[in-house]
C-alpha cells in the first residue's frame, strides 16, 4: 500500500489507483492497457501481458545449449565419458619415500598440536 501526499494535501493510494485503472487504454499508438496487455480496437485483450513476458523468456533462457539434445551420437559420447576411468599411476621409489616422509611430518605435527592442546 503506497500512500502518497498530493500538493493539495490529499492521501493518495497509488496502489489502488493503478488497481483500478489496470484495464484502461493506455495512450499511444501501441494498442495496449495499463498493464501491458495488447488489446483490440474494443479494449478486450488479445495477448496478455503474463503470455508476452513468458516467450520473451523462453526466447532468452530456451537457447540450443539449454535444450535437451534428442541426438544419439551425443548419448554415446555421454555413455563413454562416464565408463571413462583413468590408469592407475605407478609412484617411483622416490616419490614413494617423500610421500613416507611427508606422512610421518603430518603425524609428528599432529601429536605437537595435541600435546599442546592439552597442556592448556
Known sequence: MALYKSAQGKNIDMTALMAQNERARAVGNMKVNARGDTIDDNGKVVVPVTQKVGEKYQKTVG????????????????A????????????????????ADFDENVEKQIAQIKAQETQK
Open 63 to 78: 537457447n540450443r545449449s539449454a535444450q535437451v539434445n534428442k541426438n544419439p551420437t551425443s548419448r554415446k559420447l555421454e
Open 80 to 99: 563413454d565419458k562416464s565408463s571413462f576411468k583413468p590408469d592407475p599411476v605407478e609412484l617411483t621409489q622416490e616419490e614413494k619415500e617423500l610421500e
